[in-house]
T-cell receptor, first 116, second 114 residues
Framework: DTEVTQTPKHLVMGMTNKKSLKCEQH?????MYWYKQKAKKPPELMFV???????INESVPSRFSPECPNSSLLNLHLHALQPEDSALYLC???????????????FGDGTRLSIL | AQTVTQSQPEMSVQEAETVTLSCTYD???????LFWYKQPPSRQMILVIR??????QNATENRFSVNFQKAAKSFSLKISDSQLGDTAMYFC???????????FGKGITLSVRP
């Protein structure tokens, strides 16, 4: 069983829709991550929150908007997405903050997003 | 900048046999960590094994073990007694001690045949 929970598991949306992806962890982890993954490719880092503050934005288009309401919850708000945004979106968390690289990242099951 | 290379795109192994997945990396850092992640078709990325660069002893987790050759910058994963449930994509990943960024290799698709 994954300790990082992502909802929904699948999402189909039109290019004009607004939707949100949700990620939760209750392990007391201090860093949370959003990744985008295309089929048969490694995950690509999008955003990092460390101690509830945005630490890294890997030049992600503004149609993706992250939010960290509290230490256990991470959202990704989606608006006006393009067909090329169709992918698996993975959330991960790690015990240490972003500036301490000694703890593995633990991943959720992902949300499979399809843009019509 | 760090790079991770997995040169084999696919491998196949008979059930109950042993298979080794290769990974090499390049870094100028002295403090770093290496990981193998497994991603089955169910899509969750699962941590298989972790190796600290400062440890000479190779990490093991049940049927999974690594051969860590620091001088050669090599980090291969050995899977013993392969099981059908080992069928997955396997990613080698690197993390420096400075931050939590994971640098992934391209991955290798492993198929276990019954």
């Amino acid at each position: 069983d994954t300790e990082v929970t992502q909802t929904p598991k699948h999402l189909v949306m039109g290019m004009t829709n607004k939707k949100s992806l949700k990620c939760e962890q209750h392990m007391g982890h201090r860093a949370m991550y959003w990744y985008k993954q295309k089929a048969k490719k490694p995950p690509e880092l999008m955003f990092v929150y460390s101690y509830e503050k945005l630490s890294i934005n890997e030049s992600v288009p503004s149609r993706f908007s992250p939010e960290c309401p509290n230490s256990s919850l991470l959202n990704l708000h989606l608006h006006a997405l393009q067909p090329e945004d169709s992918a698996l979106y993975l959330c991960a968390s790690s015990l240490s903050g972003w500036d301490r690289g000694n703890q593995p990242q633990h991943f959720g099951d992902g949300t499979r997003l399809s843009i019509l | 900048a760090q790079t991770v290379t997995q040169s084999q795109p696919e491998m196949s192994v008979q059930e109950a046999e042993t298979v080794t997945l290769s990974c090499t990396y390049d870094t100028s850092e002295s403090n770093y960590y290496l990981f193998w992640y497994k991603q089955p078709p169910s899509r969750q990325m699962i941590l298989v094994i972790r190796q600290e660069a400062y440890k000479q002893q190779n990490a093991t987790e049940n049927r999974f073990s690594v051969n860590f050759q620091k001088a050669a910058k090599s980090f291969s994963l050995k899977i013993s007694d392969s099981q059908l449930g080992d069928t997955a994509m396997y990613f080698c990943a690197f993390m420096t001690g400075a931050n939590s960024k994971l640098t992934f290799g391209k991955g290798i698709t492993l198929s276990v045949r019954p």
